[in-house]
């Protein structure tokens, strides 16, 4: 079993920053590879941002790319999402999840996830 407990996120206005951590606890986080995703009002959970469990190689969904950084600390078992330059249709709760594929933006293969942190982004 694995634990992820997000926090980090807030209220800020477009433009901004926050970063997101993901605290993991139970089995050896360095043998997971962890995303992120996100869940706006009214619409289905979607990727953001994957890195491998070595911290080697990462992804991301194309609407982030070049505003978000996903990296990770495996002495300290937590995943971070930066987030700049933050647009109101940025606005959702975001989730971490832990994997044992090797690399993977499918939500279905994701087999731990955390409870969520909301991020608002006002305009």
């Known amino acids: 079993q694995v634990q992820l407990v997000e926090s980090g996120g807030g209220l800020v206005q477009a433009g901004g920053s926050l970063r997101l951590s993901c605290a993991a606890s139970g089995r050896t986080f360095s043998s997971y590879a962890m995303g992120w995703f996100r869940q706006a009002p009214g619409k289905e959970r979607e990727f953001v941002a994957f890195i491998s469990w070595s911290g080697s190689r990462t992804y991301y969904t194309g609407s982030v790319k070049g505003r978000f950084t996903i990296s990770r600390d495996n002495t300290k078992n937590t995943v971070y999402l930066q987030m700049n330059s933050l647009k109101p249709e940025d606005t959702a709760v975001y989730y971490c999840?832990?994997?044992?594929?090797?690399?993977?933006?499918?939500?279905?293969?994701?087999?731990?996830w955390g409870q969520g942190t909301q991020v608002t982004v006002s305009s």
């Open positions: 999840a832990a994997t044992t594929s090797r690399a993977t933006m499918t939500e279905l293969e994701y087999e731990y």
